[in-house]
Every structure is written in C-alpha cells, then in structure tokens.
C-alpha cells in the first residue's frame, strides 16, 4: 500500500477519476446539455482540481495538521495576523484554560471549538488528539500566555506527534523568557533557560547548587509569593553581588525591569513590596569561568551534595574521582555556602 506522498497522490486522483465519472455519467441523463459541451466543462473542471493538487492547496486542506502558536504575554495587540488567521480556521483550538482563551478570542471576535489542555490530562488525550490529526483535522494548540510548551502544557503531545511522524507547524511570537533577556542588561550571547525552580526549599537549594558553577546567564521563571525566598537563597549561595535583573507584568501597563545585584534587589523588595506581584522573570549574570579542575570537582560534587552531608560527598567524590581532598572540599564548601574560602 502506498505511503506518504504517494499515498495523498493516489487518494487524490482516484477521487478525481470517480467524480468525473459521476459528472458524465449526470450528463448522458441529461438532454439538456450536449455531450461535447459538457465533457470540455468536465476537463476543464478537473484540469483546475488537479492544479490546485499540485500546486499545494488542496493537500494542505486534506492534510491533518497541528499548530502551535504563540500568544500575547499581556498586550493582546502584539497577536501576529497569522495567528490570528489560524486560530480563525482551525476546527480545534487546545487551550489552556477556556476561561483565560476567551478574553483573546474576543479580542479576534472568534468563538472557536475548544480542548481543555492542561498538565492534569495532557497525556491522557494526547492519542485522541493525534488520531484527529491523523484523519485530516488542523488543530491549534495555545497556552495562557507566550510559546507553548516553554514552562507550559504541550509536550507529550508534541513527542507522540513525532513518533508517529504528523505534521506540526509553528507561528512563533511572545516568549516572556527570551523578552526578559533582552531587557535584562546581561549577556545574552549563551544563555540558560531553568524555567521554575521547585517549590520547595531543600529542593530549590539543591537544584541552584548544581548551577553554582554555570557560567552562562540564566533564565528563570518564579511565583511572586516564592520570588523573595528564591532571591535570598540565590544570594546565600552564590553571593549579594551577582548581577540580575527582575522583570514583571512584561508589556502591560505596569511592566517594570529592576537591573540589580542580587543583594540589590533584595533591598529594594523589601523597601516596595508592592513590587512582589505579578508575572515574574528572573535574568541572573552567570559565574565566572573556573578552573578545568574545579569544574570537574563540582561535576563531581553536584549530585552528591543533593543528597549527602558535605564531608560524605567529599569523601565518596574522592574514592571515585581520584582528585586531590584539599580542592574537592574547598569546592564543596563553595558549592553549599557560596563562600570561596582563602
């Protein structure tokens, strides 16, 4: 059986091949129209059905498709035309809350059919929904606010789309990460992107101790009533004078970009906590480049600092690393403490 290209091919022409026949046969009954007329209306007819066929149009319209498109992180008017012409189009539009999705579709004066797509259930639809595409629907797929599937719902579908090999096109448009960066200041030549931290504080502490060491600025997304812990507990770690900037309410009314040290910003927090609101992005400057043999301490160190008592994790990295006690636990005190030790 044919596959593929082929297989749209053949479908395609088979289908022309019986509505023509169906189109002469209407013309022998009929006495009205005399057969050389209608068989030239025929050909005429099926020679535009097929050129649209190979031009593109009429696969696109019979090929399922889903597209993922951004939408605004707050102006409703930074929406590109296109997606708002595919969200117009599309027979299904997956969404992360249908309460949330109305105010834009209003916006557009659309009301189309809607999925609830959400972290709680989008590994269970995701075969439902690849079945729809693979019968011919073009579906959308939006999250709140920015790029779906950046900190948002959308992955298991889009891995079991590639494992079956469907079609997935993109409308790119605001990312609240990528806006941030370049508000930020910092260097945004090499860049991180962490999204949230867990929620936690053993967690979250674990988790920027591995990043002790990345010298690359880092992206992070935050809650604002976790954005003064997770604050406090980078500058405990990596010092008060790390560079950072602290954007909100991106392109809204209120969009505000603090560019500060760490300690900075804790201070001016604490002076305006009416600035402890709001969609949150934190841009931290990266470490300094190390030393290859710290660098590889740390590698070593990392994980096992995550679930051991420091002089434990000193103790196996050095069975296991063969490196020098002396550098593997100067490392591990900077890697905990975020204090480099004379």
Known sequence: MATGAGAVLSTDAGFCGILAQALRAAATASVAVKRGKWNKLVGSFMSRVYGEWSSGSMTEMHSGLLTIIATPIGNLEDLSPRAGQAIAHASLILVEDRRHAQRLFQ????????MALHEHNERALAPQIAQRIAAGEQIALLSDAGMPLISDPGFPLLALLREQQLAVTIIPGPNAAVAALSLSGLPSDRFSFEGFLPAKAGARRARLAV???ESRTMIFYEAPHRIVATITDMAELWGLNRPAALCRELTKIYEECLRDSLGGLLE?????PDKVRGEMTLILGGAPEQDPGEQEADRWLAP???????????????AQSGMAHRLLYRRALALTSGREPA
Request: net charge neutral.
């Open 304 to 318: 096992l600092l995550e679930e051991l008592p420091l002089t434990q994790a000193v103790r196996i990295a050095e």
């Open 211 to 213: 990043l002790q060491s």
């Open 107 to 114: 916006h557009l004066g659309v009301q189309p059919k809607t």
């Open 268 to 272: 001016r927090l604490s002076q305006h």
